[in-house]
């Protein structure tokens, strides 16, 4: 079974639609959650952060239920621009220092005119 | 953009052979990550560097090799190349290990084996 799971996709929805993504994660004892961006061909950038209490970047929104260990990316009035593979990242569960972040496979989001 | 540069861009070898990737972390970074994407797949963790030690290690054998120098820059090393081996090679250099999560990556070097 992989640390991190989701769906590849691809996601086809058109401009203005809402989107959401979904992620599960294996260690009980990971500490942090992240929502990553990656453009065609380009390297990875941290799209936010993901907290207990849900968090908000403007049309972006994610969620974490520890409980279940899922991870829930909303993106909501789609554009052009949102079209990329979406990575969910788990970090910690283990020795503390260490920063290894675990990539899932990433979503693609295609959003059409 | 994130200030990381890595180089070559692209590469191609044979198996077999050995190759260095080369990067350059962001001014005031003291630990860098090295990551290999194969295509269609998340990154994967190789290891980490924090202040030129070792500090973290993900699942691959010990023909991948690396050395961080004291100006923090870094360089990956694999050996008795494999086809397999042939990916997108990231570096992503942090702060204090990277505990706060947030990594800057280089555009990587993108390794073919032939």
């Known amino acids: 079974r992989k640390e991190v799971e989701q769906d590849p996709g691809p996601f086809n929805v058109p401009e203005g639609a809402t989107v959401a993504f979904n992620c599960t994660y294996s260690n009980s004892a990971s500490q942090s959650f992240f929502w990553y961006r990656q453009d065609c061909r380009k390297e990875p950038k941290l799209l936010m952060s993901v907290y207990s209490s849900g968090n908000e970047d403007g049309r972006f929104t994610a969620q974490l239920n520890r409980a279940s260990q899922y991870i829930s990316l909303l993106i909501r009035d789609s554009k052009l621009s949102d079209s990329a593979t979406y990575l969910c990242v788990v970090k910690g569960g283990g020795s503390s220092n260490t920063g290894k972040l675990i990539f899932g496979q990433g979503t693609t989001l295609q959003v059409k005119p | 953009e994130t200030g990381v540069t890595q180089s070559p861009t692209h590469l191609i070898k044979t198996r077999g052979q050995q190759v260095t990737l080369r990067c350059s972390s962001q001014s005031g970074h003291n630990t860098v990550s090295w990551y290999q994407q194969a295509l269609g797949q998340g990154p994967q963790f190789i290891f980490q560097y924090y202040r030129e030690e070792e500090n ?32 997108l090679y990231l570096c992503a250099s942090s702060l204090s290990a990277g505990v706060t999560g947030e990594l800057f990556f280089g555009e990587g070097s993108r390794l073919t084996v032939l």
Do not use: H, I, K, W
């Open chain 2, 56 to 87: 973290g290690r993900g699942n691959f054998p010990p023909r991948f090799s690396g050395l961080q120098f004291p100006n923090y820059s870094s360089e990956l090393n694999v050996n008795a190349l494999e086809l397999d081996d042939s990916a």
